[in-house]
């Protein structure tokens, strides 16, 4: 995986304040976690004046997050084996 910085960020914040908390605070997190993604998602809902440029780039980001997200929980699983 490469060390770019969204990479070290999502893994900080993924990986990093997940350890030790319990299972509803994990839970929670994880919540809290998704929802986000999600509003990033739907930018027309969250700021629906911005311009469509603005839209795109916070859909864009979105999938950014979740592909880093899909790579650093890869390469963890991987280092379980």
Do not use: N
Request: hydrophobic share 45%; proline share 7%; charged share 25%.
């Amino acid at each position: 995986m490469p060390a770019l910085p969204l990479h070290m960020l999502v893994q900080q914040l993924l990986l990093g304040r997940t350890e030790g908390l319990s299972g509803p605070q994990l839970a929670a997190f994880l919540s809290g976690w998704t929802s986000v993604l999600e509003l990033l998602r739907r930018p027309e809902l969250c700021v629906p004046d911005a311009a469509p440029e603005v839209h795109e780039a916070l859909r864009s980001l979105a999938e950014q997050i979740e592909r880093a997200q899909a790579e650093i929980l890869s390469d963890d699983d991987d280092s379980d084996l």
